[in-house]
């Protein structure tokens, strides 16, 4: 079975600055899916950023960046310049390739952007 | 990104009466649904996957007649509880994905979820 870790259950990152969120998973998969899921408070789920185990690119899009360590199984989300918009709560997730398989969350870190 | 919506967003019931959730991908065929269920300040819990057509597999734990589930469209699945009590009351949350097959990305797309609160 598949394990995602998110060991940093809060987190604050000042207006305009850098955050990192942690994440790191356990599998004996080779051809997985990893997500970043934003959830604020209206609690819709909101795709962030996706990467393909395959791809040794990280993926980016726009201010928000993957360090993807196949190696470690480490997928960490680094959020520039942070904006006031970003506060909510972050879920790291897992998804096999192959089949009609679930996501599996981790835990989420909550994090809040401060003025 | 496709458009999965829920109804009711809210429902309030009483103790002992039944619930029926509906879960709709507006714009694309959904062959796999997925329930969900997250309590405040938790992460999201995977009850069940719902194939189009198919019965729905369970997670452990989780009681399949309590909490029926149907996906007898494809665009369409509900999730019925059953004679609801207080501990119940909880967050619902759908997905729909489309066919792999035709879109490879395996995205998975979220519905705006449905708070239910039983009395």
Known sequence: A?????SQPEM????AETVTLSCTYDTSENNYYLFWYKQPPSRQMILVIRQEAYKQQNATENRFSVNFQKAAKS?????????????????CAFMKRAGNTPLVFGK??????IA | G?????HPSRVICKSGTSVKIECRSLDFQATTMFWYRQFPKQSLMLMA?????SKATYEQGVEKDKFLINHASL???????????????SF?????????????????????????TVL
């Open chain 2, 75 to 89: 665009t369409l699945s509900t999730l019925t509880v059953t004679s609801a009590h207080p501990e119940d009351s």
């Open chain 1, 108 to 113: 989420g870190t909550r994090l809040s952007v």
């Open chain 2, 92 to 116: 619902y949350i759908c997905s729909a994905r489309g066919d792999p097959r035709t879109q490879p990305d395996n995205e998975q797309f979220f519905g705006p979820g449905t708070r239910l």
């Open chain 2, 2 to 6: 496709a458009v999965v919506s829920q």
């Open chain 1, 12 to 15: 604050s990152v000042q207006e």
């Open chain 1, 75 to 91: 997928f960490s989300l680094k959020i520039s310049d942070s904006q006031l918009g970003d506060t909510a709560m972050y879920f």
């Open chain 1, 2 to 6: 598949q394990t995602v870790t998110q």
């Open chain 2, 49 to 53: 996957t719902s194939n189009e057509g």
